[in-house]
């Protein structure tokens, strides 16, 4: 079973800083894909970032980027220029592709609280 | 506009009662989930289906129970078996297993038990 690590409960960013979250899994498939949630206050959950295993090249979105080391198994995301809208709980999550395309769900750390200060 | 339709927002159930949580997409998705959120535990898998009238238990299916009657629902209820209710509670979908999307979530369940 796939198991997905965020070492740190809570990260405190001050506006317009860049800032970096943590995550690690444990896995013995080779093709999976990795994913960066928020949940804001609301509690929705928005999906931020995505990365497949088999891309050497890191994925950004806007302000947002991954640095994938797969020989490490480590995935975290840096927030660059933070905002105020960016503070929420962010949940690192592995999906393996081997399971029926991934369709037996989506594992998930324990999340880390980030917080921004003004 | 498409997406996944949770309700109610917030439920309330006495000790011994059996309650239903809904959930509806129009993602045309085949795979639906249902997750279990509780603070600092991240998300937990219950139960998830694949395809109408087929579904299998999560890492924490007991005391719960779902069906699958229409692509497009995906119930959950929590009975009297479940010794822990109080939760948040997280319904997803995503497509089949040759469109390689990320799962999308409703959003959410607050259960109380009073």
């Known amino acids: 079973a796939q198991t997905v690590t965020q070492s740190q409960p809570e990260m405190s960013v001050q506006e317009a800083e860049t800032v970096t979250l943590s995550c690690t899994y444990d896995?013995?498939?080779?093709?999976?894909?990795l994913f960066w949630y928020k949940q804001p206050p609301s509690r929705q959950m928005i999906l931020v970032i995505r990365q497949e295993a088999y891309k050497q090249q890191n994925a950004t979105e806007n302000r947002f980027s991954v640095n994938f080391q797969k020989a490490a198994k480590s995935f975290s995301l840096k927030i660059s220029d933070s905002q105020l809208g960016d503070a929420a709980m962010y949940f690192c999550a592995y999906r393996s592709e081997y399971s029926g395309g991934g369709a037996d769900g989506l594992t998930f750390g324990k999340g880390t609280h980030l917080i921004i200060q003004p | 506009d498409g997406g996944i339709t949770q309700s109610p927002k917030y439920l309330f159930r006495k000790e011994g009662q059996n309650v239903t949580l809904s959930c509806e997409q129009n993602l045309n998705h085949d795979a639906m989930y249902w997750y279990r959120q509780d603070p600092g535990q991240g998300l937990r898998l219950i139960y998830y289906s694949q395809i109408v009238n087929d579904f299998q238990k999560g890492d924490i299916a007991e005391g719960y129970s779902v069906s699958r009657e229409k692509k497009e629902s995906f119930p959950l209820t929590v009975t009297s078996a479940q010794k822990n209710p109080t939760a948040f509670y997280l319904c997803?979908?995503?497509?089949?297993?040759?469109?390689?999307?990320?799962?999308?979530f409703g959003q959410g369940t607050r259960l109380t038990v009073v």
């Open positions: 997803a979908s995503s497509g089949d297993r040759y469109s390689n999307t990320e799962a999308f």
């Open positions: 896995t013995s498939e080779s093709d999976y894909y």
